[in-house]
């Protein structure tokens, strides 16, 4: 088997790893963003404790948006990776 054959295949691996983060990361940051609209809502009624509280889960939902973008740029740079790769052996 030929070294870009060895690359592709590599290179499918790593796409299917990020793919699987993605898909992690994106349902994670839905349930994040649930909890954070019941912490905004709850902190207009509330007290210090509740604004604390929003204040954290509106970080954590940004954390994991700013995380699941990093993770969409590797998957496409990896893609075009690919995609030069096949141009090559066709």
């Known amino acids: ?5 060895d690359r592709l295949f590599r290179l499918g ?12 990361t994106a349902a994670e940051l839905e ?3 649930h909890l954070d609209d ?9 007290g210090p404790l509740e604004r ?7 970080a954590d ?7 699941l973008a990093v993770i969409n740029a590797k998957r496409r740079h990896l893609e ?3 995609a030069r ?3 090559r052996l066709g």
């Open 1 to 5: 088997m030929s070294r870009i054959h």
């Open 13 to 24: 691996d790593r796409i299917e790893h990020l793919r699987e983060q993605e898909r992690l």
């Open 31 to 33: 349930m994040l963003v």
């Open 38 to 46: 019941d912490a905004q809502r709850d902190a207009a009624a509330g």
């Open 52 to 58: 604390d509280d929003a204040r954290m889960t509106a």
């Open 61 to 67: 939902v940004a954390r994991f948006r700013k995380n």
């Open 80 to 82: 075009r990776k690919r």
């Open 85 to 87: 790769l096949l141009k």
